[in-house]
């Protein structure tokens, strides 16, 4: 078996353990899992308007594990597309309430644009402090989500929040930005296509352009990036503004297709929902919309669950997490048999090369 | 004067739980294991605190529950990030969504879904003799909770325990340069799950005087992001717990005088006051004010088989 068979089987193997566990949590409950689950599926697949809502949430869960992954393979840990997607909120407003009378050939793209702009500044700014005063973007990713989302709250009940009413929410987008709704009876938008633009996109600089090679090789081994002449710093500044710009417009088609209009905590959680995309997808551009696809049909289908079945939706939450942790306990688990190959190879004392394990 | 008093009180009750959680996560972090779930244990641990409270009729049985809640969570999250040696980061994420999840599941299913908040024996002040009756400072200090002194004693004793004893001499080896201490006959593995565990206990307890403390309910999510202000607590402190208790009472001083002027009104929006922490960590991080080192192989799991 090669590795890539034996990674997607430990990989469904994991979900499936994870939404057994899942089941057991119902089952305590009081409820039949099965009906339950049931009830899910009929919340995620069930109708034209069902199908259509899992693929509204799975939009912005694309983006964020573009996000994720981005920095990922540049060797760095974007917890920040949450704040990133606030940033880029911020300012599709700004372009989408704005410029009254532009056709909306010029304005969709203006709005959009800024939206990937906003995130990508806030994602510049981690990789600036990355490299210039090494400060661990782990922890500046969660500091930034905080101030956006801070950022929102003043800006909706201050400058930006409509002039009439007295909601803290900004006012509506102009229809001209809006992003059109594709399917009648669904709130399907324009933004669908957009992700997966994103996607080919994502694949097209990853495996197909220098930036997108250098950028995975300063990720998997900095030390020969640098002695193959590439620049490290460069290539993680260029990382983080990407991702960041993923989770720009993770915002901005929320934004200009759903909410129309900014809210406060508008997002219930895409930016961290993106890092379990991206892991459930391992990084990869055909992983990640599957990975969508799964957090896409549990965030549709949990209030189904819990008006038919009367499971709480917080449920999903739990099968959510246990989704997470089982995959990478599978994704650790492959790493020791590698350790037992290895050290039976030094014990025969053959001389191997140095297994290299992306961490 | 009535002010000074009233922020001084108030921000040292809600730089409590805050101090408790940043010092169980120093534990940890000096044996090199970053802990994002931190806002996980603590919502487990709130959750946990206000049912046993309520059983018992005790704030202090419930918040030894908490405590243990976190070490029942802290050894599985060890069992994940040191025996599997998968990445701290995405497991800490991962035990937030199942906290949030669990607690907000359990509380429906135990306490109904009415909008009515399970409410629990809370924590009350105990005074001081003599020193409560202090102006100013006296009613701040010396009129607080069982707990808050119980934290304030901790600053001192995590310092002793990890600078004076040969245990904590073993952890900030294993967090600094993990190799050198297995060399030196110092299991890793076990010194890390030792720290994750009893750091955890804290973590969890601090959940629990979060819940019995302040409010005397559990509510869902009510942890709020408390959890990873801890964590920039442990940066701003510089890894040092004097420095953490500053760093604490700053963090929590942001809160106190955000309550205040969210219910008087001000010319300066509350929501920059509350930015100004965060600003403050990625600021100490950065070393512009301040550097502020993190242990050597923070982050980084161990094998002895690699150099």
């Keep these: ?359 | 004067m009535e002010l000074i008093e009233y922020l001084l009180t108030t921000d040292l009750r809600m730089a409590a739980p805050i101090l408790i959680a940043a010092l169980g996560l120093l534990i940890m972090e000096k044996s090199g294991v970053v802990n994002i779930g931190c806002e996980g244990m603590m919502l487990f641990g709130t959750f946990t605190g206000v049912f046993f409270a309520r059983l018992f009729g005790s704030p202090w049985i419930g918040i030894l529950f908490s405590g243990m809640t976190g070490m029942v969570a802290g050894t599985l999250f060890a069992y994940i990030v040191v025996t599997l040696r998968a990445n701290q980061i995405v497991t800490g994420i991962a035990l937030n969504i199942i906290a949030l999840g669990a607690t907000s599941t359990l509380n429906r299913v135990i306490f109904g879904v009415s909008s009515q908040a399970a409410r629990a024996p809370g924590f009350e002040p105990v005074p001081v003799p003599l020193l409560s009756k202090i102006p100013v400072i006296g009613n701040a200090l010396f009129n607080q909770m069982g707990p808050v002194y119980l934290a304030l004693l901790l600053v001192p004793l995590i310092r002793w325990f990890l600078l004076k004893t040969t245990i904590g001499l073993r952890i900030r080896a294993v967090g600094e340069h993990p190799h050198s201490a297995d060399t030196a006959g110092i299991s890793v593995t076990a010194v890390r799950y030792g720290s994750i565990i009893g750091g955890s206990f804290l973590v969890g307890a601090a959940g629990g005087f979060l819940s019995l403390g302040i409010l005397s309910l559990f509510s869902e999510n009510m942890v709020s992001g408390r959890g990873y202000i801890a964590l920039a607590v442990v940066i701003f402190g510089g890894w040092k717990s004097w420095g953490i208790l500053f760093a604490a009472l700053v963090f929590g001083l942001g809160d106190a005088v955000q309550i205040k002027m969210q219910t008087s009104g001000s010319v300066i929006p509350y929501q920059f006051l509350m930015m100004v922490p965060y600003l403050l960590t990625i600021l100490a991080l950065s070393g512009i004010v301040g550097k502020s080192e993190a242990p050597a192989a923070s982050g980084k799991p161990f094998r002895s088989d690699e150099l």
């Design chain 1, 1 to 359: 078996m090669n590795r890539r068979t034996t990674t997607l089987i430990v990989q469904c193997v994991s979900i499936g353990v994870a939404f057994l566990l899942g089941g057991i949590v119902i089952k305590l409950i009081g409820v039949s899992p099965l009906f339950a689950y049931r009830a899910l599926l009929d919340g995620a697949f069930g109708s034209r308007n069902a199908i259509g809502e899992t693929l509204v949430k799975m939009t912005p869960l694309i983006l964020t594990g573009l996000s994720y992954a981005f920095a990922a393979r540049a060797g760095l840990i974007n917890i920040g597309a949450e704040g990133q997607l606030y940033m880029g909120g911020i300012l599709a407003t700004v372009a989408g309430t704005g410029f009254a009378g532009l056709p909306m050939i010029l304005h969709v793209p203006l709005a959009l644009t800024a939206g990937f702009l906003g995130g990508a500044l806030w994602g510049a700014v981690v990789g600036y402090l990355k490299v210039r005063f090494s400060a661990n973007e782990i922890i500046t990713t969660v500091m930034l989500n905080y101030i956006a989302l801070f950022l929102v709250s003043y800006l909706v009940t201050g400058p930006m929040k409509a002039p009439t009413g007295n909601m803290p929410e900004s006012s509506p987008i102009l229809e001209s930005a809006r992003l059109v709704r594709i399917i009648p009876g669904t709130r399907l938008h324009l933004g669908f296509f957009l992700a997966i633009a994103a996607l080919i996109f994502y694949y097209h600089f990853m495996f197909r352009m220098r930036q997108g090679y250098e950028l995975r090789v300063v990720g998997s081994n900095m030390e020969s990036a640098r002695a193959a002449g590439m620049q490290p710093k460069r290539t993680m500044m260029m990382a983080m503004f990407l991702a960041g710009g993923m989770g720009g417009l993770a915002g901005a088609v929320e934004i200009l297709g759903i909410q129309g209009r900014l809210l406060q905590a508008f997002s219930p959680g895409y930016g961290f929902d993106g890092i379990a995309v991206a892991l459930v997808g391992l990084n990869h551009p055909v992983g990640i919309p599957v990975g969508a696809l799964l957090f896409g049909f549990l965030r549709a289908g949990g209030n189904r669950m819990q008006l038919l079945a009367q499971v709480p939706v917080s449920v999903i939450y739990i099968v959510q997490g246990l989704v997470i942790t089982f995959v990478i306990i599978g994704q650790n688990l492959r790493l020791f048999e590698k350790v037992r190959v290895r050290s039976l190879m030094e014990k025969i004392g053959r001389a191997e090369a140095p297994v290299r394990e992306a961490q």
